[in-house]
């Protein structure tokens, strides 16, 4: 009897608690919100132009190509283009539709760091907003080339990606780590290729060497076309096999 009427108050006084409590946590509906300064997305910073479409013209220039292999316990290749250009609106491609590929499988999302420089100063892009696959730059006056460097992170995990860099051996596959101008076609847009290796590393390419000193490879200029029909393979172990003697 005596719990019965202690229960009672206790019952009592969270009824009329209850309604102050709802009071406090129901205000009702609420009315839309006018967009403001403060909550409405920033506008671009310029309009970007259209995508030039491939032409048969060649494109002015020949675009020194840097890559850095030696980070092979992190899986990263490194690359420097020098790129020559003039002011005015530039888009670089990261290639879309790959050699053996049925879709648009270029791996973009392993392209990492994307920096650009020119006449002592940094030069932003931004990424097209239809096509994630170009990237727009502005190039002021007085700049003649650019910079651009970039890390293709060949397997940021150990399941998802084909093993194409291990610390034994690289499968370079150059198309994976590359920008190159919109609205020339591939054999249009000629690269000058280099690679740097792991210390006491060879390696076997369908490209012309020009030099190899101290793991630095330089090779002769060629196009785009037959640059992403080279790749090329390099390792610890390697044996060369003259099949024409």
């Known amino acids: 009897m005596t719990s019965a009427l202690r ?25 839309p919100t006018a967009p403001t300064a ?26 020194r190509y840097e890559v850095d292999a030696t980070d092979v316990e992190r899986k990263i290749v490194r690359v420097r283009q020098t790129i020559p250009v003039a002011a005015g609106p530039l888009v670089l491609l990261y290639p879309k539709f790959l050699p053996g590929n049925h879709a648009a499988t270029g791996p973009i999302q392993l392209l990492s760091g994307v920096t650009a420089t020119g006449g002592g ?21 007085g700049v003649s080339e650019i910079q651009v460097e970039f890390q293709w992170l060949t397997q940021p995990d150990n399941s998802t990606w084909r093993v194409v860099m291990t610390p034994e051996m690289l499968n370079l596959q150059w198309e994976k780590a590359l920008l190159y101008p919109a609205g020339y076609r591939s054999t249009g847009i000629t690269f000058q290729p280099s690679i740097r290796l792991p210390e006491g590393w060879s390696y076997g390419v369908a490209m012309d060497t020009v030099s190899f000193e ?21 390792g610890a172990h390697y044996r060369r096999v003259d099949i024409d003697p």
Do not use: K
């Open 7 to 31: 229960a009672a108050p206790l019952a009592l006084l969270m009824l009329t608690a209850a309604p102050t409590a709802f009071a406090q946590d129901w205000s009702g509906p609420q009315a």
């Open 38 to 63: 403060q909550n409405t997305p920033l506008a671009l910073p310029r309009a970007l132009p259209p995508i030039p479409e491939p032409t048969a013209e060649t494109y002015p220039g020949v675009i």
């Open 121 to 141: 100063q940094r030069i932003e892009w931004l990424r097209d907003t239809i096509d994630p696959y170009a990237f727009h730059f502005d190039i002021p006056q």
């Open 214 to 234: 101290n793991g630095l490879a330089t090779f002769a200029p060629t196009d785009l076309y037959t640059l992403i029909d080279s790749p090329l393979f390099g």
